[in-house]
């Protein structure tokens, strides 16, 4: 696509649910980060996949959040018994990989706006 | 741990006036450092990116600096409309060696171009 592509824009869900954000980023991309904004605050990183190697879990805020990427493409993020301090913005971001020339521009989608009532 | 600084939080400026906003950041030992705008429940926008080599670049009425050893940024906007109105957040990517491939970012400035 022509752009990083995030769904749902809006997710309202119960605490106690689990709920699955989606990523899809620009076509090429092999590098996928999760960013994490809260009200007020600024962009915390979750986690960070650059093609087949291990991905880098070190921002996820507890064992409740998980990630995935299939075939190097699409993305999952997954929170389970969400709460209400999960309430935020979630943004997806690519880039093309900076040791293949790529510049590490990065670029975002639209984010996923999770409310946890 | 890097960290990066915005000043200031916020701004409010007529139209047609030429601003700066700074990004001071801690570990110089950085890849690069980019900076985005963004809109009210909106996505982030990339404005311009500077490699750690280069000392600034130029995108319009947009001119970014960048002083690595005194950990320093600056994002010039000149003749300020309206339509600039937005938070800008500037973010430093460390070197992949020694803090993977994240992006730190600052706190960003609200910026406000009154008619």
């Known amino acids: ?36 904004q809260s009200l007020g605050q600024g962009l915390e990183f979750l986690i960070y996949f650059q093609g087949n ?3 880098d879990k070190s921002g996820l805020p507890s064992d409740r959040f998980s990630a995935e990427r299939t075939g190097g493409s699409v993305s999952t993020l997954t929170i389970q018994r969400t709460q209400q301090e999960d309430s935020a913005v979630y943004l997806c971001a690519s880039s093309l990989r900076m040791l293949a020339g790529g510049t590490g521009e990065l670029f975002f989608g639209e984010g996923s706006r999770l409310t946890v009532l | 741990k890097q960290e990066v600084t915005q000043i200031p939080a916020a701004l409010s400026v007529p139209e047609g006036e030429n601003l700066v906003l700074n990004c001071s950041f801690t570990d110089s030992a950085i890849y690069n450092l980019q900076w985005f705008r963004q809109d009210p429940g ?11 080599s280069q000392r600034e670049q130029t995108s319009g009425r947009l001119n970014a600096s960048l002083d690595k050893s005194s950990g320093r940024s600056t994002l010039y906007i000149a003749a300020s409309q309206p339509g600039d109105s937005a938070t800008y957040l ?19 400035t609200q910026l406000t171009v009154n008619p």
């Open chain 2, 90 to 108: 500037c973010a430093v990517r460390g070197r992949v060696e020694t803090s993977g491939s994240r992006l730190t970012f600052g706190e960003g």
């Open chain 1, 1 to 36: 696509g022509a752009g990083v592509s995030q769904s749902p824009s809006n997710k309202v869900t119960e605490k106690g649910k689990d709920v699955e954000l989606r990523c899809d980023p620009i076509s090429g991309h092999t590098a996928l980060y999760w960013y994490r």
């Open chain 1, 53 to 55: 190697s291990a991905p």
């Open chain 2, 42 to 52: 909106k996505g982030l926008t990339s404005l311009l990116l500077i490699q750690s």
